[in-house]
């Protein structure tokens, strides 16, 4: 190994350690906690080092939405169903989960106002391997409808019902309630478009 290609992985292992860094901080006491001199002291680095990794906060919570929907899409794929449950509730109840179990990295993803290009050539691959997943999910109920606008009111359907169970505004007894009476709208106006 060059001493170039050893200096190349320790700054990737570095870079990768801020946005780890950051998401745990994010997750235990939220995205204002984050500053980089929190994170200098928790990485054990100094904040030019960080600088010279990040421009600061906004590039760093950037970083973690960018990797944060790789996961939410590796999660998607691997929610999948075999048999039996269909594909469309599948994907819901995986979206729904991710975004329970990691509020902070949901929040920086779709909440938090971060300069990534969202529906364009522009849009990082991660992005579009998530909303892929969503794609793959809705099209079996697509019918004659336009397949990604419909998969943007499913996904706008799921990040309302996340974003509002998360601020304690929906009665959590009625969750899988909701999440059928959903999943039913979507499937019934294909239906209903057939008729």
């Known amino acids: 190994m060059t001493i170039q290609n050893r200096r190349e992985r ?12 950051a998401r745990d901080l994010a997750e235990a006491e939220g995205w204002d906690a984050v500053t980089t001199r929190r994170l200098a002291e928790k990485v054990e680095y100094s904040q030019p080092v960080l600088y010279s990794h990040f ?6 919570v950037r970083a973690v939405a960018i990797q944060g929907c790789g996961d939410l899409a590796r999660q998607l794929r691997k929610a999948r169903p075999a048999q039996g449950k269909s594909r469309l509730r599948a ?25 990534i290009p969202f529906g364009t050539d522009d849009t990082p691959a991660e992005l579009r391997d998530a909303f892929g997943e969503l794609v793959a999910a809705v099209e079996p109920v697509a019918g004659q409808r336009d397949l990604e ?22 009665r959590p007894s009625h969750h899988e309630a909701r999440l059928d009476l959903a999943l039913r709208a979507l499937s019934l106006a294909e239906q209903e478009e057939r008729s």
């Open 10 to 21: 320790e700054r990737a292992e570095r870079h990768q350690l801020i946005i780890d860094a």
């Open 55 to 60: 421009k600061g906060k906004e590039a760093i």
């Open 91 to 115: 994907a819901a109840e995986a979206y729904l989960e991710f975004a329970r179990e990691r509020p902070a990295l949901y929040d920086a993803m779709f909440v938090q106002e971060v300069d």
């Open 149 to 170: 606008t419909l998969t943007e009111v499913f996904w706008s359907t799921l990040h309302g019902i996340a974003t509002l169970t998360k601020g304690k505004r929906l």
